[in-house]
């Protein structure tokens, strides 16, 4: 019974290091290059959910990926990963990686049955793969890294729009992604701005401090909502989509509100957990702009799905934080240790 537990205590966290629920952005984009405006065909629920799944298993393995290729520097920026803290081994981690890839690219090969366009698929997969892995030698170079990191989010969008969509909109599609995909660098940089340099790496926060680089996030999230308002000015239907422009309305409010607070916190406030809970309002409202964005591609189903993407991210941001981040997982596998060496004495 013990080995079980341990076994799905170790499950859990390859889920929580893997980030899939982190994720939700990337899936809710990608969905949107695969149900862009202008689209002749639009995917079943089956296929849309099918697709999401193949996008949360390749990320998974981008996830473990990138604590493989950052292990020595999240010994200080990260000391309660999963493999830092030795909850998984490098080989549980490979192996990890390597069945979320195959499993995704199946996933893609039964939803394209087309060996033109999964090979098209594998390519984009790829090229995520060698994204991240030159991100984990540039992620000191500052701007250069966030320029490069920032490359891997079109490619979902572009993914489902070889699947599906293939329409002209997916142009709006790829620019909103590249957009969130820097902004979304920027506050992780922001969030590790002590830790980061002390490992040696210079992200652009180390380089031009928390407040400037807030507010170079803020110019890219707002930037968003012009491409989501030139996306819904340039189709048709205007009425069916317009749930998705109240909504990333509502987001965009959420940020003019909290802005001068989140700068006033940049400014005066040095601890960490301060300001990853004063950013918290932010980074809600742009997962809800994110929201908006697929209603307004594809109205009932964006709007559905997106609406159940974003509450699993919300379990996300609890859950994370204690489980693994927290030590909750450490503290059950050395509790279950110790069991086992009262009863061998």
């Not at 250069?144 to 920032?150: D, G, M, N």
């Not at 957009?179 to 490992?199: K, Y």
């Amino acid at each position: 019974m013990k080995e079980l537990r341990r076994a799905l205590l170790k499950m859990e966290t390859l889920f929580w290091s893997s980030r899939v629920a982190h994720a939700v952005p990337i899936y809710l984009i990608a969905a949107a290059g695969y149900m862009a405006p202008g689209s002749k065909v639009q995917p079943s629920a089956a296929q849309l959910w099918a697709f999401v799944g193949a996008l949360a298993l390749i990320t998974s393995s981008l996830g473990l990926l990138n604590d493989l290729m950052d292990e020595e520097t999240d010994r200080i920026t990260a000391p309660n990963g999963a493999l830092i803290s030795g909850i998984l081994t490098r080989k549980e981690s490979w192996t990890a990686v390597v069945l979320a890839s195959a499993a995704s690219l199946a996933t893609s090969w039964h939803l394209s049955r087309s060996w033109k366009v999964f090979g098209y698929l594998f390519l984009l997969a790829a090229g995520a793969w060698v994204i991240m892995l030159a991100y984990s030698r540039l992620k000191g170079k500052g701007a250069v890294a966030s320029i490069v990191v920032s490359t891997v989010w079109p490619l979902g969008a572009f993914a489902g729009w070889l699947l599906g969509s293939r329409a002209w909109s997916i142009v709006l599609v790829a620019i909103y992604a590249y957009l969130v995909g820097f902004s979304d660098n920027i506050f992780s940089g922001i969030r590790d701005i002590e830790t980061d340099p002390q490992a040696g790496v210079y992200t652009l926060p180390a380089r031009i401090g928390a407040v400037d680089a807030f507010r170079v996030a803020a110019v890219f999230d707002f930037a968003c909502f012009g491409v989501i308002a030139s996306l819904w000015a340039l189709t048709a239907n205007h009425w069916q989509r317009a749930a998705g422009l109240v909504i990333a309305a509502v987001a965009c409010a959420v940020m003019i509100v909290h802005y001068r607070a989140i700068s006033a916190a940049m400014e005066t406030c040095a601890e960490r957990s301060v300001r990853i809970r004063q950013m918290r309002p932010w980074t809600r409202a742009a997962c809800l702009r994110e929201v908006g964005f697929v209603a307004v591609c594809a109205p009932a189903a964006g709007l559905a799905l997106g609406l159940t993407v974003f509450l699993v991210q919300w379990f996300a941001w609890i859950g994370s934080g204690s489980r693994l981040a927290g030590g909750a997982i450490k503290r059950a596998l050395n509790e279950l240790s110790e069991d086992a060496g009262l009863k061998s004495s």
